[in-house]
């Protein structure tokens, strides 16, 4: 391996000797062999010259090329060696440049980028550099520097190159690349580098921009303004000031609060109205806002259309317009997560209705009042294995998000309690038959996969004919159901829930036990759900099943106010309202951290039936009830009495 003489630019070198014409006239013929791809001539043609002609002027041309035509055949080690003959020589040249360049490459090729990026330093202290040279010497030092993991120097290298190149497309495409790389490469810290050194030009507003969102994500809010506001001061008028300027005004708008303005994203329009309805008049009488003497509490209400971009943008509105200093909605999954997110990012106490799993889990600030998903599946499951023995389950569900997520809790903790689930079977939330469905579920919609038994059923069959003709057939219905579970889980409403009902009575399912949700906690399930509801099992709210909501004041002033009676979405609004007044207007929180704190400490408060308490997932806790079907009737569900053995 030659060695690169670091020293050299201190030696004076000698002046090489003219080459004879044969020679030069020789490279002329050796460039067409290059040009025409002709390598393994040209390296042998080049290896003579070299022989015979290092102290001339064509011995650096003969080590360039011979350079070149090594590097495009692979062999990047003697390309490396040849070109770095021309730096090492004791006579000087013109093209020394260009030597430099060509071991730069190659030692890049070679994966030895230190060495390389020397060389291009180097090559950078030559005085006479054209600016076509320079690029190339840049674009050398971007692909090492980022080899390297050098970002800071590879992003310097972009900029050169963006600000130097002559091409316009090529400058813009370089300019855009510099700033994909300031808003996806750099670590904060670099990003600081970048935004306080003027050398970076362009890049000075990304990087800014990108410190104060990570300001901003770390809830640093102070800070974060600064670096926006140096944002629009550097880049007026542009797309980052317009987003840096929309940072700001959350910033400010969570600095102005209006402590006794409740924001309520609802969806007020649509199949979902009346529900929506119900849940606001009961957050109006816990607030006060009914009382014959008002309080001083009002809400800001937003339609959230049931869409989560229209949802997300109640959220904004209601904090920077109106400073509301908590939010309370959505009660659909699909935009209570957005009304959520939004929420959190604002830094505002959002207060959800939604089942939708995982809520609380988005941030700090989601608290929750409602029955969630979980929490159902936990107790049913629990009741159904512990209390009824049952191990073995089927399931029948909607592919819904609803049907969907439900099915997966349960599988999942059927499968952590050690119970199974035997079948499972999906269906459109179109479906009006069920016999598909159903017959998928207990194994006779594929004849096919029970040949045998078929078979043998189909002749015994006709063994008990007494008249066969060719126009007898046998019926369709006579392979039995498979019944390998105890019970079937149909997490979906009532109206399907009575097709499904009936179907597995016309397919002789019998003796299983249907589990539900609350969805199924309605005298409808009775008339619809057939006798095979008889005996189900369901989880709902205690409230809902002793008749304790009809016996306290809200249910009769509520009645009163509205001339109807309420139900438990008016009563879980209510609580919420009561929630938020004593927290605001007895304890004093005027700020929203104040009143997330409060939130947090809510133990034992006195609500609608009975007490309520938050967990440490930020989840207002009540006691649940198991439902059954007895007799004609809802219930609780009275477990059989186990059997002892002395």
Known sequence: MFSFLTSCALVQKKEPLPASASI??????????????????????????????????????????????QFRLGDYNSSYKSYISVINSEYS?????????????????????DEALSLTLRALKYSSLTMATKIEIYTLRYNIQIQLGDRLDALRSLVFLAQNIADKVKQ??????????????????????????????????????????????????????????????LLPNSDLAINAQTYIEQIEARRRVSPFTIGVVLPLSGKHASIAQKTLRGLQMGLGINDRVPSEFKLAVIDSE???????????????????????????????????????????PIIGLSQKSGLTLIGENVFRNALTSETIVKALVQDAMENYGLRRFAILYPNDAYGVEYTNLFWDEVLTRG?????????????????????????????????????????????????ITSRVTPPSDLLGPIIDFEAIFIPDAIKPLGQIASMLVYNDVKNIRLLGTNLWNSSSLIERGTALVEGSLFVDEKSSTENLLQRTQFFRDYK?????????????????????????????ARSRTALREGLLKTHNFRGTVGEINMTESREFSRPLSILTVHGGKIELARPPIKSSTN
Do not use: C
């Open 93 to 113: 040249s013109p093209r020394e440049v260009d030597a430099i360049l060509g071991a730069g490459n190659a030692l890049y090729k070679l994966g030895r980028y």
């Open 560 to 588: 009163s106010i509205f001339g109807e009676e309420p139900s438990l979405f008016e009563a879980q609004s209510y609580d919420i309202g009561l929630i938020l007044r004593a927290l605001i207007q007895r304890d004093g």
């Open 306 to 348: 049931a869409n989560t971009d229209t949802a997300r943008r109640a959220v904004e509105r209601l904090v920077v317009e109106d400073g509301a200093i908590a939010i309370v909605g959505d009660i659909l999954s699909k935009t209570a997560e957005a009304v959520a997110k939004k929420a959190d990012e604002l830094g505002v």
């Open 24 to 69: 030069k006239n020789e490279l002329s013929k050796i460039e067409i062999d290059i040009s025409t791809g002709a390598y393994k001539k040209a390296i042998k043609r080049l290896e003579k010259i070299i022989e015979v002609s290092t102290q001339t002027d064509a011995g650096d041309d003969a080590y360039i090329m011979l350079g070149l035509v």
């Open 172 to 233: 813009e495409r370089y300019r855009i690349k510099s700033i994909e790389f300031v808003d996806s490469r750099l670590h904060e810290d670099e990003l600081k580098t970048v935004a306080n050194d003027s050398s970076f030009g362009y890049l000075r507003g990304p990087s800014l921009y990108r410190v104060g969102n990570a300001a901003f994500e770390q809830r640093d809010y102070s800070r974060a303004e600064d670096y926006f506001l140096d944002v629009i001061s």
């Open 419 to 467: 119970g199974q689930i035997t079948a499972a079977q999906t269906y459109s939330t179109s479906e009006k038959d069920f016999s598909g469905p159903v017959s998928r579920l207990i194994g006779t919609y594929y004849v096919e996969d029970r040949a045998d038994e078929y078979t043998t059923i189909v002749r015994n069959w006709f063994s008990q004919q007494k008249v």
